[in-house]
């Protein structure tokens, strides 16, 4: 057998045997894959119409889905802003891996009872708590559990009640004599 046989060979068989490792790792025998993490809610956002943020020491604020378009109840009434709501109809869906038995935990502890707020989609209620210590993730009481998610909405819920309205667009009439 010549030199280039040979290397035809050995190619041949490095090959394989980077084959049969390939699959190897992606059929481990004995690991099962992991199972895939449930939205924290089983509520879709599109479906929800009626918002609901209780906060200890603000006013409360409610919105509802009317036509179409979201409008805020509570405290001031006027066409919400669709910017700022997206997240929170999002959070439904949004999926925390972290999960605990709510009975096993020192609720007080984590600031989950009572919350520091309540958010209610339609009749499901989230409690915001504390945020972890370690990295920042804020506990979220729903139903039986509690989740450690990404800290992304409690700053935009307690935030001012003012900016949750839509803004308004305002267009300058010409003032006469003014050359416009």
Known sequence: MNALGRRH???TGLLGLAGGLAA?????????????????LELAPARIERIVVERPGQETLAF?????????TAPATGPANPVLLNP???????????RYAAAGLDLKALRLDP???RLRLDSREIRFGATAPTDGQRYLHIDAAVHLCPDRL??????????FLAPSIEIPLPVAGSGE
Do not use: D, K
């Open 9 to 11: 060979w050995l190619n």
């Open 24 to 40: 190897l790792v992606l059929f481990e025998p004995g690991q099962e894959r992991p199972t895939a993490v449930p939205p924290l």
């Open 64 to 72: 509802e889905q009317r036509a179409g378009r979201w409008w805020m």
């Open 88 to 98: 929170i109809l999002h959070l439904a869906e949004a999926r925390c891996p972290l």
């Open 115 to 117: 919350p520091r707020l």
């Open 154 to 163: 409690y700053p935009l819920l307690t935030s001012a009640a003012g900016g």
